[in-house]
C-alpha cells in the first residue's frame, strides 16, 4: 500500500531541514508552538501535574484520569523526540487518547532529555517513575491489576530498556510493554535492515538523518552496543512481560521493531506485532486523528484487556 494520501499531502509539504547543527531549543519551540490550546483537547475526569518523588530526584508527571471510579490500573507512558524533544505537552493528546480509550489512569514522565542531561537519565528517570507508581498505588489510586508501560519512538526504546531493567531488577509488577514503531538499533549503519533502504526517504522521517537526530544521545555518553541503548542487542530476551508492538509500513525502522517482536517470541515471550498499512513513522503522535490511525488505541486496549470506564 503506498502512503495514506492525508499523510502524503503533510509530507509534501514539510520545510526543508535547517541547514548546519540541529538547534534543540528552537526545535522544541516549534513543536510547542503546535500544541492545541487546553479547550481543544480531549476532555477526561481530571488531569493533574504532581511531581514523582524517586531515587532519580523529583520528576514531573502528568496523571491522566479517563473517569470517575474508587480505582484504575495505570499505564506509565514515555513521549517520543530521538530523546531530545517531545514533552508532556507535545504528546498530552497521545496520553489522553490511551486513557480514554483504554480507561487506565495513565502516568506520562516528563524524564530528563538530552543534550543537557547525559545518558542514562532519562531512562533511569522512566524506571523510577514506574517503580513510584507501583509503590504510590494508593494515592494514585490503582486498582492494583494492570501496570503497564508504553512508548513511541524513543520512548518505545525507553519501554524496551525498562522491562528489562526492571526484570533484572527483580521487580516483577510490569504487566504489559507497549512499543509504538521503536528505535531499538542505534547502530545506524544503513544496511543492516531492509526498512532502512526501502524507505530511505520520502515517508517523514528519513534514514539519512537517523544519525544527526540521535546524536545528542549517542554524544551524551549512549553506547548502541550496550543493550539498553539498542535493546535488540540484549541476549537474553527470557522472562520479560507480554509486548505489543505497532510498525509502520513505511517507516525506516520498522524492520528492527518487527525482528524485536520476532526475538521476543523466540524467547518465550508473548509478543504481538501489528503493521499499520500505508503509515509512516510517527503516526501514532500526527495522525491519530484519521480514523484507520486512531485504531492504534482501540488495539492497544484489546491488548491489555481493558475498556473504558
Same mark, same amino acid.
Given at each position: ?5 492525508? !499523510? ?11 541547514? /548546519?547543527? &540541529? ?6 519551540? +516549534? ?12 476532555? &477526561? ?19 491522566? $484520569?479517563?473517569?470517575? +471510579? ?13 530523546? @531530545?524533544?517531545?514533552?508532556? #505537552?507535545?504528546?498530552?493528546?497521545? %496520553?489522553?487518547?490511551?486513557? #480514554? ?16 542531561? +547525559? =545518558?542514562?537519565?532519562? !531512562?533511569?528517570?522512566? =524506571? ?8 504510590? /498505588? ?6 492494583? $491489576?494492570?501496570?503497564?508501560?508504553? /512508548? ?7 519501554? +524496551? ?12 509488577? !510490569? ?5 509504538? =514503531?521503536?528505535? *531499538?538499533?542505534?547502530? @545506524? ?13 520520502? =515517508?517523514? &522521517? ?6 544527526? @537526530?540521535? %546524536? ?11 543493550? *539498553? ?18 510498525? %509502520? ?40 486523528? !484519521? ?6 488505541? $482501540?488495539?492497544? %486496549?484489546?491488548?491489555?484487556? $481493558?475498556?473504558?470506564?
Amino acid at each position: 500500500m503506498t502512503l495514506h494520501p492525508k !499523510i502524503a499531502e503533510v509530507v509534501r509539504n514539510l520545510p526543508a531541514p535547517p541547514d /548546519g547543527p &540541529l538547534d534543540p531549543v528552537a526545535m522544541r519551540a +516549534a513543536e510547542e508552538a503546535e500544541v492545541a490550546p487546553l479547550e481543544d483537547r480531549l476532555p &477526561l475526569h481530571s488531569v493533574e501535574d504532581v511531581a514523582a518523588s524517586t531515587p532519580a530526584g523529583e520528576v514531573p508527571v502528568r496523571v491522566y $484520569t479517563p473517569t470517575e +471510579a474508587d480505582s484504575h490500573g495505570l499505564l506509565v507512558y514515555f513521549h517520543g523526540g530521538a530523546f @531530545f524533544l517531545g514533552s508532556l #505537552n507535545t504528546h498530552d493528546h497521545v %496520553a489522553r487518547s490511551l486513557a #480514554n480509550e483504554t480507561g487506565l489512569k495513565v502516568v506520562s514522565v516528563d524524564y530528563r532529555r538530552a543534550p543537557e542531561s +547525559a =545518558y542514562p537519565a532519562g !531512562i533511569q528517570d522512566c =524506571y523510577a517513575v514506574v517503580r513510584w507508581a507501583a509503590e504510590n /498505588g494508593e494515592s494514585l489510586a490503582w486498582d492494583g $491489576t494492570t501496570l503497564a508501560i508504553a /512508548g513511541d519512538s524513543s520512548g518505545g526504546t525507553f519501554v +524496551a530498556a525498562v522491562a528489562a531493567m526492571a526484570h533484572g531488577y527483580g521487580f516483577d509488577r !510490569i504487566t504489559h510493554q507497549i512499543l509504538y =514503531y521503536p528505535s *531499538l538499533d542505534l547502530d @545506524f549503519d544503513p544496511d543492516r535492515y531492509p526498512s532502512l533502504r526501502e524507505n530511505a526517504e520520502g =515517508y517523514g &522521517l528519513e534514514t539519512d538523518t537517523l544519525k544527526p @537526530f540521535n %546524536a545528542f544521545y549517542i554524544d551524551s555518553g549512549a553506547d548502541p552496543a550496550d543493550p *539498553l541503548v539498542s535493546p535488540i542487542k540484549r541476549a537474553n530476551l527470557t522472562g520479560l512481560p507480554p509486548a505489543l508492538i505497532v510498525t %509502520a509500513e513505511h517507516d525506516p525502522l520498522r524492520d528492527e521493531g518487527e525482528l524485536y517482536g520476532q526475538k521476543l517470541k523466540k524467547a518465550g515471550v508473548a509478543a504481538t506485532v501489528s503493521r499499520y498499512a500505508g503509515a509512516g513513522h510517527g503516526f501514532v503522535q500526527h495522525f491519530s486523528w !484519521i480514523p484507520e490511525y486512531h485504531q492504534v488505541f $482501540t488495539e492497544t %486496549a484489546a491488548f491489555l484487556g $481493558t475498556e473504558p470506564g
